[in-house]
């Protein structure tokens, strides 16, 4: 198997958009990291049941 069956390369912007996921992912994991919200995303919006929180997600 090639790595051109499964993604497209060879377009810059691609790249640039490849590029910007993976720093905001980043970004992301390191601000709940910092603020140690980790527990509060896991207790207040992924598994909740409340249905106006899951409208919003």
């Given amino acids: 198997m090639k790595?051109?069956?499964f993604?497209?390369?060879g377009n810059p912007?691609?790249?640039?958009a490849d590029v910007s996921i993976?720093?905001?992912a980043l970004g992301i994991i390191?601000?709940?990291t910092y603020f140690k919200k980790w527990k509060?995303?896991?207790?207040?919006?992924?598994t909740t049941v409340?249905?106006?929180k899951i409208?919003?997600?």
């Fill in 13 to 16: 912007m691609i790249y640039g």
């Fill in 22 to 24: 993976a720093i905001t």
């Fill in 50 to 52: 409340d249905h106006k």
């Fill in 3 to 5: 790595w051109d069956e």
């Fill in 7 to 9: 993604f497209v390369t």
């Fill in 40 to 46: 509060w995303l896991w207790k207040e919006w992924l």
């Fill in 30 to 32: 390191f601000t709940l």
């Fill in 55 to 57: 409208g919003i997600m």
